[in-house]
Each structure stands twice: as structure tokens, then as C-alpha cells.
């Protein structure tokens, strides 16, 4: 069964406290790993997209990388305004499924 | 360019009405899909269209039908509204393997 798993649900940081958000994925079918942040009461708003295994994309405080089985992102000190949801997807072709998640508060 | 334009932006049903949500995209993508959020739940997939003329079931199709009227347009019906169908509603659009842009929601809740 296609399946996206998060963790943890919940994570709350001290400013400047570097921690990582988790995505394990089923492997077959895969046709891309997305990462998406949300703010309270809009839609995800895309951040990265990373294709293979290896592979890494950078953007400001965040880093995503990716091995066979699992996707990280790393969030490198910090600030109250990366507090949100993530959101980790699986693209197929067609089919596009999601993890449940992670909000992340961070603290001043 | 608007991207992915959901309407309405918020809804209230009584348990049995009927409604359609509208969800229109001006970016030329084949693929449409329809997800349901719920607190905790993530996105969920209702249904999705790779392309226009086809339609598939998602993770949780029950009680929802679509209808891709267009290369542009991706509606989702609700037949009979349950509580149970109480959630935030997002449309959103891709090209094939590629990232996916959504809109910004709609708020429904049956009573």
C-alpha cells in the first residue's frame, strides 16, 4: 500500500535550535519526494523537490535530502517565522499522496 | 497569473444538502486532484485526474463524486453532506511528475 509516514507530529524549538523533521515513504512508484510548508488557514506552499537518492536542496534555514527509504529536513537555526506545518508528499505519475505532517513551533 | 482558484472559499450544510465545489487552474496542467485536511490527518487524496476525460479514486472517495469538465476545471460533488464530512477542502494541479500548486481552501462544515 502507497503510504507516506511523518515524524515527529509535533516538534517545538528554542530560536536557533537546529533539529530535523522526518518523511519515510513506501519505495516502489516513486517519481519525486516534496516538501511543502503550511501556513495556518492557507494552502502548502512547495519547497523542494528532490528526485534520487543522494540528493540534497538548500533553501535559506532548510535543507531536504533523501536515501532510499526516508527524506530529512534539516532546519539549521531557527527563527519564530519558520514555525508551520511541513508536509512531505510522494509523487507517482499520476497519484500524489501525503504524510500527516509535522507542525513546528518555534520559539523566541 | 491566479494558479489554482477554489470557490467557494467557505460553506455551511445541512446534514443531506448537496453542493459542488468549483476548482479551476490557469496553468495548462494535465493532472488535477481533490484532498481533504483534517486536524492531525494531513492531506488526504479524494480523487484525482490525470488527465482530462479520466478520473481515479484516492485514499478516501466515499461520499464525493468529481467530474473534470475541462482541461481547466476539476469539481468535487457532495451528494448527501454527513458531519463526518466536516474539513477543509484543497484543489490542486501538476504537470506529471513535477510539483503540485494548490489552492487556498475551502471551509466546509455540515451541521
Known amino acids: 500500500e502507497d503510504q507516506v509516514t511523518q515524524s515527529p507530529e509535533a516538534l517545538r524549538l528554542q530560536e536557533g535550535e537546529s533539529s530535523s523533521l522526518n518523511c519515510s515513504y513506501t519505495?516502489?512508484?516513486?517519481?519525486?519526494l516534496f516538501w511543502y510548508r503550511q501556513d495556518p488557514g492557507k494552502g502548502p506552499e512547495f519547497l523542494f523537490t528532490l528526485y534520487s537518492a543522494g540528493e540534497e536542496k538548500e533553501k535559506e534555514r532548510l535543507k531536504a535530502t533523501l536515501t532510499k527509504k526516508e527524506s530529512f529536513l534539516h532546519i539549521t537555526a531557527p527563527k519564530p517565522e519558520d514555525s508551520a506545518t511541513y508536509l512531505c508528499g510522494k509523487g507517482g505519475t499520476y497519484k500524489y499522496i501525503f504524510g500527516t505532517g509535522t507542525r513546528l513551533k518555534v520559539l523566541a | 497569473n491566479a494558479g489554482v482558484t477554489q470557490t467557494p472559499k467557505f460553506q455551511v450544510l445541512k446534514t443531506g444538502q448537496s453542493m459542488t465545489l468549483q476548482c479551476a487552474q490557469d496553468m495548462n496542467h494535465n493532472s488535477m486532484y481533490w484532498y481533504r485536511q483534517d486536524p492531525g490527518m494531513g492531506l488526504r487524496l479524494i480523487y484525482y485526474?490525470?488527465?482530462?476525460?479520466?478520473?481515479d479514486k484516492g485514499e478516501v472517495p466515499n461520499g464525493y463524486n468529481v467530474s473534470r469538465l475541462n482541461k481547466r476545471e476539476f469539481s468535487l460533488r457532495l451528494e448527501s453532506a454527513a458531519p463526518s464530512q466536516t474539513s477543509v477542502y484543497f484543489c490542486?494541479?501538476?504537470?506529471?511528475?513535477?510539483?503540485?500548486?494548490f489552492g487556498q481552501g475551502t471551509r466546509l462544515t455540515v451541521v
Open positions: 490542486a494541479s501538476r504537470t506529471p511528475n513535477t510539483e503540485a500548486f
Open positions: 519505495v516502489s512508484g516513486l517519481r519525486g
Open positions: 485526474s490525470a488527465s482530462e476525460g479520466t478520473t
